[in-house]
């Protein structure tokens, strides 16, 4: 995960910042920071090359505009010659109480360059570029071991050496038993500082110890606790202990999936899959804490094949025709064999969850059963259905 221009700018050091242009660019990352005071000054001009001109993009600069101060115009120059050069944002220490152009701000919300205004003497810039450099590393370490499970992910299933190793990449004092958890952040992109505020929280509060990991991955951040022997046999007995991880503040906006418990540390790959597939299905939390694979049922089988071309043309060849009907006649067959499926092939739950009669569900039923031409009452109608809609659901799911 890379450092964001908004990452900093929520940054409680750098509370006194104030943002004047280029809000369209607070997603751009940061990759270094300098200081900009003389680089840009037509007196100075084989200086110029001096000042990140070799780096593509992704530099925060800051500055005071010293070389401006009889000419403000020179402002709206280094402008257009930090933007041209993609970087990252502006920082300006007004101390000399200089006038930002209309013109310095229409160019830098036009190229979604952002400018931010501090009026104040403090912190020095020393201080923020420490700041934003230590920021970078951190970030930086927090997307690499993202790369790390990716790396994991590759490995053959048959490949037990290379699994092994690369598990003790992860964490090389993990022990065999092994449960992961996922925790899904459920409002739009996570931002990195919301995910380093709970690492801190729970590096304060001791959850873990050296054999169990906690990092960024994906939209999100695995949890894996390790031990020599696990005492717990469900991985229920074993968050016991935890319910005050699961109340946090911290994490009322993430959906938690919960993998089986594992016995050999060279299993890591299937724990954390588990625990994704589970945080994908937060309709079967039934006002738990977090969702278990293990109660994901029908799903588990499908879940780690749910990519394969045969499944998509499997569950196509059902799903297809009905979605063509109800796009004609806006009949409802779709959902409501999706709904019957999910209710254990029960008219009347069916019905229930509808806020429909049951003889209304058993008329959509048979429409089902002419078009497909299948008996959805029969058990091998029924279960040939359930497969397809199972595997559509799993389909629709970010894992």
Avoid at 8 to 15: K, M, R, V
Avoid at 166 to 191: C, M
Avoid at 267 to 288: H, M, Q
Avoid at 314 to 337: C, F, M, Q, V, W
Wanted: hydrophobic residues 35%.
């Amino acid at each position: 995960m890379k450092l964001t221009v908004r990452d900093i700018s929520n940054f409680p050091e750098l509370s006194k910042l104030t943002l004047i242009a280029g809000r369209g660019g607070l997603k751009k990352t940061i990759t270094h920071c300098g200081i900009l005071d003389y680089e840009y000054d037509k007196d100075v001009a084989s200086k110029y090359y001096d000042y990140n001109y070799q780096v593509d993009g992704g530099f925060l600069t800051l500055s005071t505009f010293l070389y401006a101060k009889k000419n403000p115009g020179l402002i709206y120059d280094a402008v257009k010659k930090l933007a041209s050069k993609n970087g990252s944002g502006l920082i300006i220490k007004n101390i000399f109480k200089l006038p930002i152009s209309d013109n310095v701000i229409r160019y830098a919300d036009h190229m979604d360059f952002p400018i931010f205004i501090l009026n104040d003497s403090y912190p020095f810039f020393e201080d923020i570029l420490l700041l934003v450099s230590k920021a970078i590393e951190k970030y930086e370490s927090v997307y690499y071991m993202e790369q790390k499970v990716t790396a994991l992910f590759s490995v053959e299933e048959t490949d037990i050496e290379a699994a092994s190793r690369a598990v003790k990449e992860i964490n090389p004092f993990i022990q065999d038993d092994i449960l992961s958890l996922y925790f899904r952040y459920d409002f739009g992109h996570l931002d990195t500082k919301v995910y380093l505020d709970i690492e801190r929280d729970l590096e304060q509060k001791k959850v873990l110890g050296p054999e169990s990991s906690v990092f960024l991955y994906k939209n999100g951040f695995l949890v894996i606790f390790s031990g020599r022997h696990f005492s717990e046999e469900t991985s229920e007995d074993l968050l016991k202990p935890y319910e005050d991880l699961f109340s946090s503040k911290l994490i009322k906006d993430f959906t938690v999936g919960v993998s089986k418990i594992h016995h050999l540390k060279e299993d890591l790959t299937y724990a954390i899959k588990e625990s994704i597939y589970a945080s994908s299905f937060p309709e079967e939390s039934s006002g738990r804490p977090f969702i278990t694979f293990d109660s994901l049922g029908p799903y588990q089988p499908i879940l780690p094949f749910i990519h394969k071309p045969s499944m998509y043309g499997y569950s196509r060849s059902y799903i297809l025709p009905l979605e063509a009907y109800d796009a004609e006649k806006n009949a409802g067959l779709l959902n409501t064999l999706i709904s019957f499926v999910k209710c254990g092939g029960d008219l009347v739950k069916t019905g229930e969850a509808m806020s429909q009669h049951k003889n209304t569900i058993r008329y959509r039923l048979k429409k089902i059963g002419e078009i497909l031409d299948i008996n959805p009452f029969s058990l091998s109608g029924y279960e040939s259905l359930a497969l397809a809609v199972r595997i559509y659901i799993c389909s629709g799911k970010e894992v």
